[in-house]
């Protein structure tokens, strides 16, 4: 059985966790890969939205769904990328230590770019009070400054990252 690993893709909204995760699983799918993507943004409200009413408690609800899932999926020798905020330190914490090939990938991007990408969507607006508490990684396997290169670049850094780390055999 080949082994798995979950890449937990973490930043602040808008981002590109969303954008990159989608064409890293694009590319490990055509290189035949078992691959599968897990968006928090896309996952139904039952397991990331409808929890407690203290949003606090929420995110940590929402990151323990999402990593449980992961970490069924990554022992069948799953690829797993999963995008979420994961606002917390202590929730992506929590999913390294419960996944032993567990690798986070850092999104950093300025506000001013992010609220650009925010047009359509509207989250900085809808969620002022929350949308900017956000802890940063303090040692994420890949940090990638997407303002600074395209989805694709972004993409094929991870992959390397994969590549070099054993879970693929070569650059998809």
């Known amino acids: 059985m080949k082994k798995g690993v979950v890449i937990w893709f973490t930043g602040y909204p808008n981002a590109g966790k969303s954008t990159i995760s989608r064409k890293v699983n694009q590319r490990l799918k055509s ?15 039952s397991l990331t939205k409808d929890l407690s009413s203290d949003w606090r408690k929420r995110q940590f609800q929402k990151c323990a769904n999402l990593t449980f899932i992961s970490h069924i999926l990554y022992k069948h020798g799953i690829i797993v990328l999963l995008s979420s905020v994961g606002r917390f330190r202590e929730l992506r914490k929590s999913a ?9 990938v850092y999104l950093k991007c300025p506000l001013e770019i992010r609220l ?3 047009i359509d969507h509207g989250k900085y607006e809808q969620h002022a009070a929350t949308i900017h508490y956000y802890e940063e ?23 390397r990252l994969l590549y ?9």
């Not at 890949?142 to 094929?156: P, Q, Y």
């Not at 070099?164 to 998809?172: C, P, T």
């Open 164 to 172: 070099e780390r054993g879970y693929i055999q070569s650059e998809a």
């Open 96 to 104: 390294r230590q419960q996944i032993e090939d567990f690798l986070e």
């Open 116 to 118: 650009e990408r925010d």
């Open 137 to 159: 990684p303090e040692a994420p396997e890949l940090i990638i400054e997407t303002d600074r290169c395209s989805a694709d670049e972004a993409a094929d850094a991870v992959i």
């Open 31 to 45: 290189a035949g890969y078992p691959v599968e993507r897990i968006d928090s943004d896309e996952a139904p409200r």
